[in-house]
């Protein structure tokens, strides 16, 4: 049986139209890969610099952590120099008192003198001598109860300073 002319027509369009079908498949096929590969090389530059900023960051974490360590270095020396100046203010305390007594010992003496001064004349120029002695004395407490004060001023100035270089 022999094809007509009709049904010949018809395959040929039937190739023809299966042809243009597979050309236009292919031809789309191709765009879709070109399309595919440009994705992929702006995924690759992309990605090299995400790397590029992945590696930055681990960078200044970095830094960051060595600046931080730098100060807790630098709060434990602060603390280690409030420690230091209480125990400076403390020790200047006691010595104050010490001071203190020793003068409140030294004016005893000197109201002791002054009474047996009062009590005796002959004695008079022996017991002047002494007081001369309990005032020299409470001088030179005075003077380290000033030099105990400057100090205990000090100590708490560098407290102070201390403190506030921790806020």
Request: aromatic share 2%.
């Amino acid at each position: 049986m022999q094809p007509t002319v009709e049904s010949q027509a018809r395959t040929k369009r039937m190739v023809w139209l299966l042809g243009l079908l597979l050309f236009a498949a292919v031809v789309g096929g191709g765009f879709h890969i070109i399309q595919l590969r440009k994705e992929v090389r702006e995924s690759a530059a992309a990605l090299t610099t995400v790397r590029g900023d992945l590696v930055a960051a681990r960078q200044a974490a970095e830094t960051a952590a060595g600046v931080q360590r730098e100060a807790d270095a630098k709060a434990r020396a602060a603390e280690t120099a409030r420690a230091e100046a209480e125990a400076q203010s403390k020790h200047a305390d006691a010595a104050r008192a010490d001071f203190d007594a020793k003068l409140k010992a030294a004016d005893a003496a000197r109201a002791e003198l002054q009474a047996r001064l009062k009590t005796t004349e002959a004695a008079q120029a022996g017991l002047e001598a002494k007081v001369k002695a309990a005032e020299a004395a409470r001088a030179e407490a005075e003077a380290k109860v000033n030099a105990a004060e400057a100090a205990k001023a000090d100590a708490e100035a560098k407290l102070k300073s201390v403190t506030e270089k921790q806020q």
